[in-house]
DNA sequence: ACTTGGTTACTGACCTGTAAGCAAGTGTGG
DNA sequence: CCACACTTGCTTACAGGTCAGTAACCAAGT
């Protein structure tokens, strides 16, 4: 699955050993469970270091401080996310809102990487958060997507109005988000996968009008 | 040992039972701008106390615990939130969503309750936080109020599908929570009042179908 | 011999909660 | 209307704990 990436001839001579590697990418997991279940500040480097059998000076001669830990976590998790996707990157057009919704179906089997995400974003809004920026720019690379996407959808000689395709791309990330915070305090009462998918057709009849008509997503 | 600051002059000390009550506000309002800046585990008492100008151990005289403090500081809110409605209660059916916009507009002016609620309810996912009942509750009662809404709107002889009452109801709240964290993270890019009304509407819209049409909600 | 991946041990911040004390204000009996 | 015990609203001091980060060191593998 993941050995593919291994290859290339030109061997990075001393630098990566193999072995280091899986060890900061078990690290970087562990990272991700502990950040995900007690939040950032709260969740020390002990326990992360725990999980992988060593100690949180271990932890910190792989990464040099926690929050550059937090960082790499990140970056890690963007890259293992697309691995997935066949072409290795995000469809546009109709498409686009087909991904997000296999996204929502996806994430009702993995609470763990939700939970963090949820956590860690809205932990990223507090004074002097290392993973501000991050999410910042995460943000806003996302909804200019779907400003694209939204746009592809629309017949060119009748444009959608700005303001409101720059409404929906954001209320379509709120959505999935507010709604992963609601699923996660309470599983039995919010269909994770199913509110997402009715909510982002319902923003994106709203915003392409007519156009387009019912049953453009599946559930 | 302290020369008390018991300057004399015209102290006036008729009621210590009125100013105790209006002292322990100081306190509450001082935590929910700590906490709302910090986070709850982030935030310390100190921080708190220094902004009354007190120590940590005189809010702890006051309040017992951080985690009591957090619950009084949410019951607070609650309290202080329903204020301003002259009936002092939540109306029902389109009014509904017509105060949830409303509510949207009126937070657009105040970053910090946002923050505060943005950050703790996210905060609250974690394990073994204090505030997640409280926040679990809060989420059923007000998913149940919307659903209520809802089928208040709907023509009775043609009810429509629990399943979608249920997905819309957890979608609003999750629309304008989703909003609060991006907009959060980066003021100039989202228009909160504005996208909240486009996608309730759009919510709306999708769930009581045709029978209500268009520009149900002002902006 | 040098580098790498750790370890132990320690430091210095911070943080919550507790205890004891104190000054100013309150209530009551006389 | 006053004396005096009690209560209230804090304070300082400290106990006990957690945590990130640093330094010095060591055991391999190359």
Known sequence: MISAMATSGTQRAKKPRE???????????AAMSTFGTRGYKNGSLAEIADQVGMTHAGVLHHFGSKDQLLLEMLDYRD????????????????????HLVTTARRNAERPGIVQT???????????????????RGRYTQLRSDIREALHEVCDPD???DDAMV??????????????QVQWLLDPEAVDLAYASAFAIEAVLTAAVGGRRRRRMLEY
Chains 1, 2 share one sequence.
């Open 158 to 160: 009748d444009p959608p």
């Open 166 to 179: 720059d409404a929906a791309a954001a209320a379509v990330l709120a959505v999935m988000d507010g709604l």
């Open 79 to 98: 890259r293992t996310d697309v691995e997935h996707l066949a072409d290795q990157h995000i469809p546009g057009g109709l498409d686009l809102f087909r």
């Open 117 to 135: 995400f949820a956590v860690l974003s809205a932990d990223s809004v507090t004074d002097d958060h290392p993973a501000k920026e991050y999410f």
């Open 19 to 29: 072995e280091t590697a899986r060890r900061r990418e078990d690290i970087l997991r």
